[in-house]
């Protein structure tokens, strides 16, 4: 098989899976899922007109002449339904969110307004009717569709969700995720320390780039590099619904994660991509489980992660975005590249004086340097055809997580 574009391996992915079943997820539960069903207000919202300020509900005729005395007839809070009506020359006080009363047109604040002893009310400005009113059905309507299947549930979904009082909804299923790790040099988390040992650090770096995206992984530990060890493990791996195995996909005498898997029944789809880092990347699939066999070098597995397998977990849970914003960025220095594979440079982002994003290397590039990947903001993307970048040149970069967040506020009031 030939090496594929990334483009082609991520089409060849998606294609292959399917968006997961349906489950009902309470709504303190459903904050990062995808909503299954169409979601319809079940009232108007708000349910008459209500007083968008606290202030006082009038006619807006009566402030003709400024500043004008009106008589005050009473009081609404929110929550009361009033019976009073404000006649010509009269006023009521309201409270934000109390229903509008029979006869009024307008709200004025209290802040344009001052007392005039008496029962009366002075008026400072004059407001055109409707002024300040919150309108029957303005947030919603009963009936509307406010939410449509697909919608990825986000804080302010769920206030909606609160709106139209679903307790309980239905929610494309997450999927389960195993993750194993190949190779004789590993060292577990929990073994005595071993100079001439690995610490299994893909397995932990995969589990957070999984847990990231919403999903608790299993970790299936450490498989040794002999095909029956292996196909032991992998055989408890094709129990989910997704297995990542890290290493082991190479061409090393001692690789056996393809043949093992393709003996256990999984068809294999394509292996080697057109990468850096990280071209032995296979993936195949079973009835049930999608099988991604990542690069054990660290880097390339986690970059692998992000361009294959988070697009992937997040098509299966139903959502319509599927991969990591990009951003436009001025690149600080040159880079050297060589055609041939699309290349993913990790990188600083700062801001510029003009608002804009520039972008650093964040040092070595060598894909055994891991720290490369722990201080990156982004993957700067390199596209196969380019022959290296000249410092100040407009890139894509690829935001991390973690960088939804900034140092400081980042705007002036
Ligand atoms: P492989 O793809 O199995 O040939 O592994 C390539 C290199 O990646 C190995 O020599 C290790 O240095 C490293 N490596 C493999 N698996 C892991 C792992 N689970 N954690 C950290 N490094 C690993
Ligand atoms: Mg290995």
Not at 160 to 172: D, E, P, R, S, Y
Not at 319 to 332: E, F, G, I, P, W
């Amino acid at each position: 098989m030939e090496h594929l574009s990334v483009k082609h391996a991520q089409e060849c992915i998606l294609e292959a899976i399917g968006r997961l079943d349906v489950e009902t997820v309470r709504l303190e539960q459903a904050l990062g899922r995808v909503l299954a069903e169409e979601v319809r207000a079940n009232r108007d919202q708000p349910p008459y007109d209500v007083s968008a300020m606290d202030g006082y509900a009038l006619r807006g005729a009566d402030l003709a002449v400024i500043p004008a005395t009106l008589a005050l007839i009473g009081d609404i809070q929110a929550g009361d339904m009033p019976s009073l009506t404000v006649q010509t020359g009269q006023c009521a006080r309201i409270m934000t969110g109390a229903p509008l009363p029979q006869g009024a047109d307008a709200v004025i604040r209290v802040e344009d307004t001052q007392s005039a002893g008496e029962g009366g009310v002075q008026i400072n400005r004059a407001v055109p009717a409707g002024n300040d009113i919150r309108r029957l059905g303005e947030n919603m309507r009963n009936g509307e569709v406010v939410l449509n299947a697909g919608t990825e549930i986000t804080p302010g979904v769920i206030g909606i969700l609160a709106t139209v009082k679903c307790a309980q909804l239905q929610v494309t299923r997450r999927p389960r995720v195993a993750i194993l790790s190949t190779g004789n040099e590993l060292e577990g988390m929990d073994e005595p320390f071993d100079p001439n040992k690995i610490p299994n650090s893909n397995s932990y770096a995969l589990m957070a780039q999984v847990q990231a995206l919403g999903i608790e992984p299993v970790l299936l530990g450490i498989a040794r590099d002999n095909p029956a060890e292996l196909a032991e493990y992998l055989q408890r791996g094709l129990k989910f619904d997704v297995l990542l195995v890290s290493g082991g996909s190479s061409v090393g005498v001692h690789d056996y994660v393809r043949p093992t898997i393709e003996a256990l029944g999984v068809r294999m789809l394509f292996w080697r991509v057109a990468i850096k880092p990280g071209h032995p990347l296979a993936f195949g699939t079973t009835s049930k489980t999608a099988v991604f066999g990542l690069p054990g070098n660290p880097v390339s597995s986690m970059v692998c992660f992000e361009q294959f397998v988070a697009p992937a977990l997040r098509g299966m849970m139903g959502h319509a975005r599927l991969y990591r914003r990009t951003v436009t960025a001025r690149l600080a220095h040159a880079v050297k590249t060589r055609p041939g594979r699309t290349e993913f440079i990790r990188v600083m982002l700062s801001g510029d004086d003009a608002g804009g994003y520039v972008a650093t290397s964040t040092g070595t590039q060598s894909s055994g340097v891991s720290l490369s990947m722990a201080r990156a903001d982004g993957l700067l993307v390199v596209p196969a055809t380019c022959n290296g970048l000249a410092a100040g040149g407009s890139v894509t970069v690829q935001l991390l997580d973690g960088t939804a967040f900034q140092d400081d506020v980042g705007f002036r009031e």
